[in-house]
């Protein structure tokens, strides 16, 4: 804390004496033109720098916010190419789903007028085993629809199966490839009969065990092999594929070998059923 005696300088007198010099500084800088050259030049020193400066950071600013708008276009285009790309593979993919269906119809017409002398009625798969190939799967056509226990299912060219459950809307098909499944079957160049048996293991390998052939005859590979007239159950002459090997048996009295079956038994989505049974065809 000061005291009494001390002398104080006010405030107001330093204000006036510093608006003077000002003042005066300003009157001799107009008068005088070198006067406030070298002040100009300091502050200018100072200050040309900071301004660069500063317009460069507001031109830097300016490019950026240039640059996210831009970005923010790209962005918003790239989503809207995103969401037609998107559209046109729902587009192409649902083309190849009724191209592919329609070749499957296709084919299915073709099978049909093949066997022309069977009636037949269209049927879709509308569900299979949890194993990757179709050795057994349900349709959707059933007892209302004239289908009953025993009746051939052809697709993809040729056999696929038979009929072995029925219910009102719905069908259950065990195909040639099961290894319950077991055809009399017979060569369409000798006649000659063999049976045709179902294995899930070979047909990985894309064929199906051949057997009680008659060593006597003479099988090339190529051959085509159909259901015999013997079969109790299997229509005659419908087609199970092509001889791929056969060999002698160890008994010398037989021959067996392996075809490979005209379906596709890991893609089944439409087959016809042929409305006959063997029994009926018979008496």
């Known amino acids: 804390m000061k005291k009494k005696g001390d002398s104080e300088f006010p405030t107001k007198y330093i204000l006036f004496i510093l608006t003077f010099v000002c003042a005066a500084c300003i009157v001799l800088s107009i008068i005088y033109e070198d006067f406030g050259r070298p002040v100009k030049n300091a502050a200018a020193t100072v200050v040309i720098?900071?301004?660069e400066g500063m317009n460069k950071v507001g031109g830097w600013m300016a490019a950026r916010s240039d640059d996210l708008k831009e970005l923010r276009d790209v962005m918003k285009e790239n989503e809207s190419l995103?969401?037609?790309?998107?559209?046109?593979?729902?587009?192409?993919?649902s083309l190849l789903l009724n191209n592919n269906k329609?070749?499957?119809l296709q084919e299915l017409l073709g099978l049909s007028?093949?066997?022309s002398t069977y009636n037949k009625v269209a049927a879709s798969v509308i569900s299979k085993d949890s194993s990757n190939w179709f050795s057994s799967f349900i349709i959707d056509k059933g007892s209302e629809d004239g289908i009953a226990v025993d009746m051939n299912v052809i697709g993809n060219g040729g056999l696929i199966g038979i009929i072995t459950k029925v219910g009102n809307n719905y069908a259950v098909v065990r195909s040639i490839i099961d290894d319950s499944s077991s055809v009399s079957a017979q060569f369409s160049t000798t006649q000659d009969t063999c049976i045709v048996d179902g294995d899930l293991k070979l047909i990985n390998?894309?064929?199906?065990?051949?057997?009680?052939i008659n060593k006597d005859i003479t099988?090339?590979?190529?051959?085509m092999v159909v259901t015999s007239n013997i079969s109790s159950k299997f229509l005659p002459g419908?087609?199970?594929?092509?001889?791929?090997?056969?060999?002698?048996?160890s008994n010398n009295l037989t021959k067996s070998g392996y075809i490979t079956p005209i379906a596709d038994f890991a893609h089944i989505s439409d087959v016809l059923v042929i409305t006959e049974l063997k029994v009926n065809i018979e008496e």
Do not use: M
């Open 49 to 51: 720098p900071i301004q």
């Open 219 to 223: 099988i090339a590979d190529g051959d």
């Open 102 to 104: 329609l070749k499957e």
């Open 113 to 115: 007028d093949q066997y």
């Open 82 to 93: 995103k969401k037609e790309i998107e559209s046109l593979k729902e587009e192409n993919t």
């Open 205 to 212: 390998e894309g064929i199906l065990p051949i057997s009680n």
């Open 238 to 249: 419908i087609l199970i594929g092509y001889v791929k090997e056969i060999s002698n048996d």
